[in-house]
């Protein structure tokens, strides 16, 4: 059975950091690419950020600069680390397996807000 945790949301101010974790089980982990996507209240849910197995990174043009993905094999996890958060990112963040099949988490709230 295929799980993805993810763990770490919460409230921020706006400028403030948070960083995501998301532990993968049932999975060869290094195989997959994994993501975080992100879905706002009334809005379609968005790729944020992507890292291939070979740890090429992707991310959107709103938060080229601010986040960045990173994986840990050894522990099956993948993180993004959010920097200068702003009230936009408010969002449910959901982790993302991809190789021949899919994969999704069952989310995270962040929510920026002073």
């Known amino acids: 059975q295929v799980q993805l945790v993810e763990s770490g949301g919460g409230l921020v101010q706006p400028g403030g950091s948070l960083r995501l974790s998301c532990v993968g089980s049932?999975?060869?982990?290094?195989?997959?690419?994994m993501g975080w996507y992100r879905q706002a209240p009334g809005k379609q849910r968005e790729l944020v950020a992507i890292?291939?197995?070979?740890?090429?990174?992707n991310y959107d043009d709103s938060v080229k600069g601010r986040f960045t993905i990173s994986r840990d094999n050894t522990k099956n996890t993948v993180y993004l680390q959010m920097n200068s958060l702003k009230p936009e990112d408010t969002a449910v963040y959901f982790c993302?397996?991809?190789?021949?099949?899919?994969?999704w988490g069952q989310g995270t709230q962040v929510t920026v807000s002073s």
């Open positions: 890292i291939t197995s070979g740890d090429t990174t």
């Open positions: 049932g999975i060869t982990f290094s195989f997959y690419a």
């Open positions: 993302y397996a991809r190789r021949n099949n899919n994969y």
